[in-house]
């Protein structure tokens, strides 16, 4: 009796273990595809000015779908029918990744990443690429004119972890080469006053026509240390070490070294963030003998402060504090402002609000300068810009799972904002009488800027997304006649779609509105026409190692101008071949 006791409890334990067992795997798991990570397409921006959608790449995005029902009960027989067999193809996470192709415009591109994988102490990427393009680009006068450009770069990504910190290493080296091939129309036996602080001073023409190459060359290094923070009650903080060195075929050069830093105390609802750091600016000029350019040497050093208060409440955060920024050299100057954000949650996880009030410091140093025109004179001082009063507003959230939209309101009030216009010189034997260089320089104003943005996003699968961007640009200026160069609307489009395996063809459209440039030589308004930039590209997969790609830009041959004098080149055609390894 003893001995069959045991047997039934031996024989309830089996029924129920056997029980849970069937509820756990009581799922059909169904996998919709195999997992095949394709290393997409990726191009550099093209350095000089551009329509964004021109270095535009598509990203193809996989995920699993599992769908889940209850078993039926009983018992069905069914026949097993043959299986169809075809080779498959076996999924690697290469660590290289090289491509290369050519295009009109007589343009050769290269590039080559490597990445490591895998690895929970540290990561490490390098990316090493060159474009060149050699052709003509005919001007507002039907005169053709050589516009090559040869880019060069390459670029570190290091990241260290521990347990409790975090260790990064970024370096960024670039070179390029291009000319001054815009429109201008002065005359080289022309004589022309120069010196606008001596209206006795002439040369000629000829003298005042800039070298048609450039070249910039730079190298940045960016180092930064901070902790992981997995507890309120520790100190959370982030400083950041930089170097940087600029110069150009004038022989400019400027180094940049600073300090910043972020730190973040709890105590329970509240926190306090103290952020702060210094930012010096040295640069060398040449001693210039030509009456074209005048050189200034120009140091200084950006202090910047900005302690705030920070509360936090279920379904809403918000955070009080001061912007404050100090400038040592150059033209000097403090400005403080105020600094108020706050977000709200209004529906969990569909939407929520946010707002809040600013002061934003913009830091215009030969480098940055030369980046955003590059056929802005390399004698420019450029002063910086402070939109001491910055209102933001806005909401964000989710359709559904599958759109996601953002709508944002900014209105500043800036002082010394820059705007680009050709620099001109006087006739010395007709005063009145002005020619256009195809150089740039800066003139400034103070204003109000009013922005209305937004986003939206669709994405019904894993073959398919589309993103819609638009931007309207209200600028109200105190004294120039127009916000030189800068456009009222712009909207883009960028759509991607798989419609089989392997294969990913992407569309991108983006409209620039009309835009209005200084006239020089009659002292008036020219209108530059409004830009509508259609780009298609595709992507195939050939197998787990090779992939071809093609990509058609400007495809309605829009001829539109950047900056006055310079129109953008034709349709442009690349095509290529990717091998990963």
Not at 297 to 324: C, Q, W
Not at 447 to 470: D, H, I, R
Request: with cysteine; proline share 3%.
């Amino acid at each position: 009796m003893k001995y069959n006791n045991i047997y039934i409890i031996i024989a309830l334990l089996f029924v129920s273990f056997t029980t849970v067992k069937a509820q756990e795997l009581n799922q059909d798991v169904k996998v919709v595809r195999e997992y095949n990570p394709i290393i997409s397409d990726a191009f550099k921006i093209n350095k000089l000015p551009v329509s964004e959608v021109d270095s535009m790449t598509f990203n193809p995005r996989f995920s699993y779908n599992v769908l889940s029902k209850a078993m039926t009960s009983g018992l069905a027989i069914e026949p097993i029918t043959a299986a169809k067999l075809k080779p498959e193809r076996k999924t690697v996470l290469d660590k290289s990744y090289i491509k290369g192709g050519l295009g009109n415009y007589v343009t050769l591109f290269g590039d080559l990443n490597y990445n490591v994988l895998r690895s929970e102490e540290y990561a490490l990427g390098l990316n090493i690429g060159h474009v060149t393009s050699d052709g003509d680009i005919k001007l507002e006068d039907d005169s053709k004119s050589e516009a090559p450009i040869h880019d060069t770069w390459a670029s570190l990504y290091f990241r260290r972890f521990w347990d409790d910190y975090t260790l990064s290493v970024d370096a960024e080296f670039d070179h390029n080469i291009y000319n001054y091939y815009g429109f201008h129309t002065v005359g080289a036996a022309t004589s022309y006053l120069y010196d606008e602080n001596d209206l006795t001073a002439s040369a000629l023409g000829a003298d005042l026509i800039p070298d048609r190459k450039q070249r910039l060359s730079s190298f940045g290094l960016n180092i930064g240390f901070g902790n992981k923070v997995v507890d309120s009650d520790d100190v959370s903080f982030k400083a950041n070490l930089k170097w940087e060195t600029f110069s150009n075929i004038t022989e400019v050069s400027e180094n940049v070294i600073g300090l910043n830093a972020l730190s973040r105390v709890y105590f329970d609802d509240v926190f306090l963030d103290i952020a702060g750091g210094f930012d010096f600016y040295g640069t060398s000029v040449p001693v210039s003998g030509s009456p074209l350019y005048s050189f200034e040497d120009r140091s200084m050093t950006i202090l910047n402060l900005s302690p705030a208060l920070g509360f936090v409440f279920e379904g809403i955060d918000f955070k009080v504090g001061l912007d404050s920024y100090s400038q040592l050299g150059g033209d000097g100057g403090f400005n403080i402002a105020p600094h108020l954000e706050a977000n709200l949650i209004i529906a969990d996880g569909i939407v929520s609000a946010f707002g809040g009030v600013c002061g934003d410091y913009y830091t215009n140093n030969y480098q940055k300068m030369q980046s955003e025109n590059m056929f802005i004179a390399p004698d420019v001082n450029v002063e910086n810009s402070f939109h001491g009063l910055h209102f933001f507003g806005g909401i964000k959230g989710n359709f559904s799972s599958q759109t996601s939209f953002v709508a944002r309101v900014d209105y500043s009030v800036f002082d010394d904002e820059h705007f680009y216009v050709n620099k001109s010189f006087e006739d010395s034997a007709n005063p009145g009488v002005f020619s256009q260089s195809n150089l740039f320089t800066a003139q400034y104003d103070d204003g109000t800027l009013l922005s209305l943005s937004g986003e939206l996003k669709y994405e019904p699968s894993s073959k398919a997304n589309v993103l819609l961007k638009g931007k309207y640009n209200g600028w109200s200026l105190n004294t120039l006649d127009e916000a030189w160069h800068k456009p009222e609307v712009e909207i883009g489009l960028t759509a991607n779609y798989s419609p089989f395996e392997d294969l990913w063809v992407n569309l991108g459209v983006y409209s620039m509105g009309k835009r209005k440039a200084l006239d020089v030589s009659t002292g008036g308004v020219k209108e530059l026409k409004s830009v509508v930039d259609i780009n298609l590209g595709a992507q195939y997969t050939i197998s787990s190692k090779w992939n071809i790609f093609a990509s058609l830009n400007n495809a309605i041959v829009s001829k539109y101008y950047q900056w006055n004098g310079y129109p953008m080149q034709g349709m442009n055609i690349r095509a290529g071949v990717g091998y990963s390894f």
